[in-house]
Nanobody
Framework: QVQLVESGGGLVQAGGSLRLSCTAS????????MGWYRQAPGKERELVVY???????NYADFVKDRFTVSRDNAKNTLYLQMNSLKPEDTAVYYC???????????????WGQGTQVTVSS
């Protein structure tokens, strides 16, 4: 079992920056992919970015050139650097981890509890 714990959320003004952290109880190298999702009130949860174990990334269009995902294996932590924040970025941000398997019995998906990001205008 892997536990993911997010931190770093808070209140910032538009144009400001925040750095989110996601620390795993286990070795994140055991996960085939990790990422960040977000969910605003009354809206569907949406993908922000994911990063594969090989390092390739995929960003949602609405955060390209503003957000950057990174991984520190020594600290067992995934980061999301958020710059040029906009009020529409306001949401609960969730850390996600995935371990693939040929058998569904061994496939694993992990979610953090979420951290609130609020961007004021």
């Amino acid at each position: 079992q892997v536990q993911l714990v997010e931190s770093g959320g808070g209140l910032v003004q538009a144009g400001g920056s925040l750095r989110l952290s996601c620390t795993a109880s286990g070795n994140i190298r055991s996960l085939d992919a990790m990422g960040w999702y977000r969910q605003a009130p009354g809206k569907e949860r949406e993908l922000v970015v994911y990063i594969m174990d090989g390092g390739s990334t995929n960003y949602a269009d609405f955060v390209k050139d503003r957000f950057t995902v990174s991984r520190d294996n020594a600290k067992n932590t995934l980061y999301l650097q958020m710059n040029s924040l906009k009020p529409e970025d306001t949401a609960v941000y969730y850390c996600y981890g995935y371990r693939r398997a040929l058998s569904p019995k061994y496939e694993r998906r992990y979610w953090g509890q979420g951290t609130q990001v609020t961007v004021s205008s």
